[in-house]
């Protein structure tokens, strides 16, 4: 039986890795944090990661959605879309919502056929050239894809992230 863990999709890519826990270790400070970004992200608006950085996601049974999005004057730019499906079931949903709501995205376009397994996280990132969010995209060994991962573990494997 293989390590607990999820494969980590990114449209962009096509890089995709399996995820254990060997590439996450928690610590309460750390975990105290992702609960609490993971609960106010939950709410109209979500919650400030730094800066002019935000998250804001929606989760249903076994699957969640966010958004890492930036404020210029009243709108939302979104900068990235992670999301992740637990369950088989949720996967086929959380992939057809994806092919659907992002039809029109080339990366989208082109990966139409990848095919998931379930527990799994798909990241999209969208271009954008402010250099606070930039930095956070691609500099410091590539920290969205940490944030994903971590978001991933918080949302799907709370019992990861228990003390």
Same mark, same amino acid.
């Given at each position: 039986?293989?390590?607990?863990?999820?494969?980590?999709?990114?449209?962009?890519?096509?890089?995709?890795?399996?995820?254990?826990?060997?590439?996450?270790?928690?610590?309460?400070?750390?975990?105290?944090?992702?609960?609490?970004?993971?609960?106010?992200?939950?709410?109209?608006?979500?919650?400030?990661?730094? *800066?002019?950085?935000?998250? $804001? !996601?929606? @989760?249903?049974?076994?699957?969640?959605?966010? &958004?890492? %999005?930036?404020?210029?004057? /009243?709108?939302?730019?979104?900068?990235?879309?992670?999301? *992740?499906?637990?369950?088989? $079931? !949720?996967? @086929?949903?959380?992939?057809?919502?994806?092919? &659907?709501? %992002?039809?029109?995205?080339? /990366?989208?376009?082109?990966?139409?056929?990848?095919?998931?397994?379930?527990?799994?996280?798909?990241?999209?990132?969208?271009?954008?050239?402010?250099?606070?969010?930039?930095?956070?995209?691609?500099?410091?060994?590539?920290?969205?894809?940490?944030?994903?991962?971590?978001?991933?573990?918080?949302?799907?494997?709370?019992?990861?992230?228990?003390?």
């Amino acid at each position: 039986m293989p390590e607990k863990g999820f494969e980590h999709f990114t449209f962009n890519t096509e890089h995709n890795v399996y995820q254990t826990m060997k590439y996450f270790e928690p610590n309460p400070i750390v975990n105290a944090q992702l609960r609490a970004i993971a609960q106010e992200s939950l709410q109209p608006g979500g919650t400030r990661i730094f *800066g002019n950085i935000f998250f $804001e !996601a929606v @989760k249903e049974k076994d699957m969640y959605a966010g &958004t890492l %999005f930036s404020h210029i004057g /009243n709108h939302k730019i979104p900068l990235l879309i992670t999301c *992740g499906a637990k369950t088989e $079931e !949720a996967g @086929k949903i959380l992939w057809e919502r994806i092919q &659907t709501d %992002f039809q029109m995205n080339p /990366n989208v376009v082109k990966r139409r056929n990848y095919k998931l397994h379930a527990p799994y996280v798909a990241d999209l990132l969208f271009d954008c050239c402010l250099p606070d969010i930039y930095a956070f995209l691609f500099f410091c060994g590539y920290l969205s894809g940490d944030f994903c991962k971590c978001m991933e573990w918080t949302f799907l494997f709370p019992e990861t992230i228990n003390e």
